[in-house]
């Protein structure tokens, strides 16, 4: 099951032998995601040049359909359409149209992808949305079912920012079709190419340095290595090759090609023979 944020309270909780009331709009909570690139730059695609920003808040206003969805994303690239400058996809009174935010969502017990399709257009590299010109949108965004979600604690999983989807018109069902794109009935709507998605970018981990193999794990090797790039070469703890149980410290060599321990994965003993090549493993010197 996919752990998802959510904005109210899922359960009673006893604190300083007091009840926190469940169901109610709590000024606040808030799920705030920051928008990244889905993949390394591609020639002509869609891209982010920097960073953006999700905000979903409980709302108590009329009119506000129950929640709030703020989006900051700008410097989207897509030559050849850009107005200017790299980043600036969308020309001035020309924007890129019928771009989806793909929302997943958790109401109770029931998980639903594809929740919603909101449609955005890119003019000058910013999003807005196209159902209210600007970068808010209330709960409008679920809409027929949008009065499901008054008063319940509602999570949200996947957030992704996708180009328009083979039929832009079925983003206006809420909740969307079900089922791949195809005939009438079908989601048509989410299938577009994905440039981003809230998350973060993972740092780069140099490794542990060592001596001597002892040093390290029992399935490592202590060696020359280039950590995170722009790392100089030193001696560094790394997963050892093999191609036969010999090869290894732990006297195991795993069905990845890899020597593993059988204190922590009790099947490790079983996954390959002392055999040379075992699993068709290649050759290690």
């Known amino acids: 099951m996919r752990r998802m944020a959510s904005l109210g309270i899922t359960c009673c909780l006893v604190a300083a032998a007091s009840w926190m009331q469940v169901g109610k709009a709590r000024a606040g909570d808030q799920v705030q995601e920051t928008i990244v690139p889905s993949s390394l730059p591609l020639s002509g695609a869609f891209q982010l040049t920097k960073h953006g920003k999700i905000k979903i808040k409980p709302s108590t206003k009329a009119g506000d359909g129950g929640i709030t969805l703020q989006l900051t994303l700008s410097g989207v690239d897509c030559p050849p359409n850009n107005d ?79 180009t328009p989807g083979t039929r832009p018109s079925d983003c206006d069902s809420t909740p969307l079709p079900g089922g791949a794109c195809g005939g009438a009935g079908t989601n048509c709507c989410t299938n577009g190419t994905l440039y981003g998605y809230g998350g973060i970018v993972a740092g780069c981990d140099d490794g542990v340095t ?75 010197p």
Not at 107 to 130: D, I, N, R, S
């Open 84 to 162: 200017t400058t790299p980043g600036t996809c969308g020309k001035a009174g020309i924007p890129q149209t019928n771009h989806v935010m793909d929302i997943s969502s958790a109401l109770g017990a029931l998980e639903t992808p594809h929740v919603a399709g909101v449609k955005y257009k890119l003019e000058q590299g910013k999003a807005t949305f196209q159902a209210t010109g600007t970068n808010k949108i209330g709960g409008a965004a679920f809409g027929a079912v949008v009065s499901a979600i008054f008063n319940n604690p509602l999570g949200f999983g996947y957030i992704e920012f996708k």
């Open 210 to 284: 060592c001596s001597v193999d002892t040093d390290c794990a029992l399935t490592q090797k202590c060696v020359m290595a280039v950590g995170c790039p722009g790392s100089a070469m030193a001696l560094r703890c790394v997963t050892q090759a093999c191609d036969q149980d010999s090869d290894c410290r732990s006297v195991q060599c795993g069905s990845g090609c890899t020597c593993c321990d059988p204190s922590i994965d009790p099947t490790c003993a079983a996954q390959c023979t002392n055999t040379p090549n075992c699993n068709s493993c290649p050759s290690v």
